[in-house]
């Protein structure tokens, strides 16, 4: 969330009126190995031998969803890798009250409905109450836990996971984790946020915006991976701006691979020979590294869908934690603030489009951040003649109700976008701070002949579920999955041109 943006078109923008068994092993405290139970394929872990259409024809699990939350200190945990090849195994870090507790992983997609598989399940492990957060003068929150499980990936597929732990005492709270494709060449890439889930994380006291008492001038000045997520109990903000277009990108049999923001930071080759990247909802927090690695996947040809707003605006750097490289994200957000400022000001954590070394996002996603708006809008379509409209019956002028919101980008007059660009969809928004604006969904053509098109709004992902997005008629739903069905397909077959 950022601060109110600033209305009208510039020159050169066009406005046109007219889709086996596996063994989970204890941390040392705990006396060694369990047993666990595997539920995936044997060649789960290979790209060449596993497709989406076939994972999805598997058996779904109708249980997935925690019954019961309980209180956080019940039972909550974090892993110790963001994510992992398949394969590779991953320690949790758990506390509870319990005596002990069960750990079973879930991969999100279609399967027929039911949105999620059970792929693994671990025996029972001995729970532990383990200490409180400990937090440094940056109001950084650590949870200096000992591990207490090791969950090996072997067979399992890549996708988005949620580790859901079961205490015996009733109580549930979920840890995510996602299992990266061993390649990405010829695949719509889905990218996971969870550079901006961990910005928002309020475990702990405080996240990048408030502390303790609620107020900007306590926020943290960086956040750990090394701590659970408070929201949605325990899975970040997945089930809002990431399982709707998970579960319909499997449910259209793309050829998908998925990547973090941090495999980006981490390895400059982590798009290599991607037909297409998709960000996924919020996508806010971006280091100079990970945006080098998609700037550089687009000048290769690879198409790039913002599929929400507010893209690539804090620029954040990593630092490492006691469990490993690039597990602190440092944001001081006042550049003066940042101890590098004057000394490395490519390194000095912001915003994009602001000093020093501002490099507004608008030159990689088209739009630059219009503002936040307490109350979502319509978003109203200007050019229907446009390929990506195709089929959804949309007319120049429809208001599709509810879309816009509440998150939203605009074309900025100030910081123009690569030319030409086309704006598909141009509505007014009333920005909870500051002046009114608009809101845009635009494209353009990169010189690699990539395709890169923007959605401008942060409910285009809400719009995906497959039973209902608030204040979004069904109607609205259908246009916004037709509309992304034809944008992935056409972006799963190379550079769009």
Known sequence: MSGAGRSGLPRGVRLLAVPAVLVVCAGPALGGCSGGTGHGSPDAGSTGSWSVRGENALPGTADWAITRPGAPDEIQGYAD??????????????????????????????????????????????GERQAAAVVDGRGTAVAPWRPSLTVPTDGWPPGSYLLRLDAASGGQRWVPLTVESPATAGRVVLLQPVTSYQAYNTWGGANLYTGPDGTAATRARAVAYDRPYQDEDGAADFFTLEQPLVVYAEQLGLPLAYRTGLDLE??????????????????EYWSPAMRATLTAARDHGANLAFLGANAIYRRIRFESSALGADRVEVNYKVPQEDPLYGKDDA?????????????????????????????????????????????????????????????SDHV?????????LTVLAHSPVACAFGPATTA???????????????????????????????????????VVRTATATLLAKFANGAAG
Not at 266 to 283: K, R
Not at 388 to 398: E, F, T, Y
Not at 460 to 472: E, H, I, M, Q, T
């Open 81 to 126: 890798h963001v994510g992992v090849r398949p394969g590779t195994a991953v320690r949790l870090l758990v506390s509870t009250r319990a005596s002990s507790f069960t750990v079973r992983a879930y991969r999100f997609g279609w399967y027929g409905g039911a949105r999620a598989r059970l792929v693994w399940t671990s025996a029972p492990a001995v």
């Open 266 to 283: 981490q390895d400059p080759g982590a798009l290599a020979g991607a037909a297409a990247v998709v960000s996924e909802g919020h996508d």
């Open 347 to 407: 390194q000095v954590t912001g915003n994009w489009p602001d000093p020093p070394d501002a490099d507004p996002q608008n030159a990689l996603t088209g739009q630059g951040y219009a503002c936040y708006s307490s109350t979502n809008g319509p978003l109203v379509v200007a050019d229907p003649g446009h390929w990506i409209w195709a089929g959804s019956g949309v007319l120049a002028g429809q208001r599709l109700a509810g879309l816009v919101g509440p998150e």
């Open 412 to 420: 900025d007059p100030v910081n123009p976008a690569p030319a030409p």
């Open 440 to 478: 845009d969904a635009t494209y353009y053509t990169a010189p690699s002949r990539a395709g890169v098109f923007d959605a401008g709004t942060e409910n285009w992902v809400c719009a995906l579920r497959d039973d209902s997005c608030p204040g979004v008629p069904d109607q609205v739903r259908q």
